[in-house]
């Protein structure tokens, strides 16, 4: 796994506009980095601690090797099935084994390359000083843009790294490659039509959920470095520090407790319910209790790092910030995220009220609004902590699987009321409480408290006239919520191009 950051410069590229960016981005991976300048390009990237193993420097930053000639690269993510194509291409490298797979892959087969990533998220440039290779997965999970200023195209994997060298700036297109060119080319792309239903029994299909996830987590998880799970007491995220809790024990023993972190503001519903999961593990269970004020107090820095104005994420994105900041002052390195599951199962409120048959095309819609929205919430709140997170839920193992499950069993009839991600429930029933097991769903931001005090705040506190002023010079603003929150995001980036990479929810 390699959370990280890069900044790439090719063309004319100038040192010290290169190190300006690079340093907009150095929460990224403060704990090891380098730069590499050869012919058209400069490279850089860092890395956090809990990328590289324990008492070895990180070798040659951006990564190279004596199999590679010239090639360097720049690699932000995460390669689900790593082992297995490391086996099959032999290679030997344990320290940024998946940069030397990636070099590897793109020698052997270029921009077909890709067919072996299917269970992989990442943003990466290859470069051997002379020809560019750049790309983004297919659902845009490694948020990557780009920028061109005089002669020279930028690269980097935040917004305000751009920024700091060009205004003219777009978000990098996920499930795209970009050539030396600069030409952007479609690797990829989410299925149109639904793949074949399975129809099998129910009770094999959980059994296969809990065998991948299981699989997804050991792939991705290895408790080297400090860590904990956050947990929300929702579906996902228990599921998660259930299974992880027992991986720790059969590392470290059957009295060793996994840490897990919750946060409310108040007493929230998230609260009672991470309690009853964490007693339920015997986890080491901390909590954060926040008031509407500490949230306020946090918001223009969550907006510099989340580089979004939008309010459900926004809401969101607040909680997230502050429980990774707190995990990470308590001594983690890496936080356990139960992200992915909504977008996997068929979990979002409003697919409750759609038939059966648009199901699937919905869901595709929830997976491609992904890229510039909730993704960013994962990789920029505990990015910013300097933290790694791990989400095993998002696997393209998973996702394939999930949608081949038939519409019925993803939002399930009860009575009057429809239960949403109802096989997901039902494969993990029996090992965990039936108050978390059958708790409906709440978003991150209602269940943690916040949902209800931002917008009410912020109808308080600006006018009517100001929000209908604000809404003639800018339509896209929706809410008085949304408006403060543009305002801090135009502070920072201002309200030309990147207001273009943000990405707006269906639902305020």
């Known amino acids: 796994i390699n959370m990280s950051g890069l900044a790439v410069a090719y063309g004319q590229p100038n040192r010290e506009k290169l190190e300006a960016m690079f340093n907009r981005i150095a929460h990224r991976g403060p704990h090891v980095f380098g730069i590499w300048a050869h012919k058209r390009i400069i490279m850089a990237q860092n890395h956090l601690n809990a990328d590289v193993a324990p008492g070895q420097n990180g070798g040659q930053i951006p990564f190279t090797n004596s199999q590679n000639g010239n090639l360097r690269i720049c690699f932000d993510g995460q390669i689900g099935n790593r082992e297995t194509l490391v086996k099959k291409h032999l290679l030997t490298d344990e320290l940024f084994r998946e940069d030397e797979l990636l070099l590897h892959l793109y020698q052997q087969h270029g921009g077909e390359m890709f067919q072996y990533l299917d269970d992989a998220i990442f943003a990466l440039v290859i470069s051997d000083g002379e020809e560019l290779f750049a790309a983004r997965d297919l659902l845009g999970i490694k948020t990557l843009f780009y920028g061109r200023h005089n002669s020279t195209l930028y690269l980097a994997s935040e917004l305000k790294s751009i920024l700091a060298v060009t205004h003219t700036v777009y978000e990098f297109p996920a499930g795209h490659y970009m050539d030396s060119q600069g030409r952007l080319t479609p690797f990829g792309d989410l299925p149109r039509t639904p793949p074949e239903i399975m129809q099998i029994d129910p009770d094999q299909m959980a059994a296969d959920v809990r065998d991948i996830i299981q699989r997804s987590l050991r792939q991705r998880v290895d408790f080297v470095h400090p860590t904990g799970a956050l947990l929300s007491g929702g579906m996902d995220s228990s599921v998660i520090a259930y299974l992880a809790s027992k991986l720790y024990q059969q590392k470290f023993g059957p009295q060793a407790k996994l840490k897990t972190f919750a946060i409310g503001v108040g007493e929230s519903s998230d609260i009672h319910s991470a309690r009853i ?4 593990i015997n986890s080491d269970h901390h909590e954060l209790i926040v008031n509407l004020e500490q949230v306020l107090d946090v918001l223009p820095e969550v907006i510099y790092y989340l580089e979004s104005f939008d309010p459900s994420l926004v809401r969101s994105a607040v909680s997230n910030f502050l429980i990774s900041q707190y995990a990470q002052a308590e001594g983690m390195a890496v936080l356990l995220s139960g992200e992915g599951g909504d977008e996997i199962f068929g979990g979002y409120v409003h697919l409750k009220t759609v038939p059966p048959k648009e199901l699937f095309t919905r869901q595709v819609e929830c997976l491609s609004l992904l890229h510039n929205n909730a993704s960013l919430r994962l990789d920029r709140m505990n990015q910013c902590h300097s933290v790694r997170v791990v989400a095993p839920l998002i696997s393209g193992e998973l996702l394939d699987y999930a949608l081949r499950i038939p519409a019925e069993y993803k939002v399930r009839p009860n009575g009057e009321q429809k239960i949403e991600k109802w096989l997901f ?16 769903k709440q978003e991150f931001s209602q269940g943690s408290g916040s949902a209800g005090l931002l917008p009410a705040h912020f109808e308080k506190v600006i006018s009517d006239e100001a929000f209908t002023q604000a809404q003639e010079k800018y339509p896209l603003i929706r809410s008085k919520e949304e408006l403060y929150y543009f305002q801090i995001f135009v502070e920072h980036f ?11 929810w269906l639902a305020i």
């Open 277 to 280: 999961m964490a007693e339920h």
């Open 425 to 440: 429930r039902k494969a993990f029933a029996e090992l965990l409480p039936e108050a978390i097991t059958w708790r409906l």
């Open 494 to 504: 201002g309200d030309g191009l990147a207001v273009d990479t943000v990405g707006q």
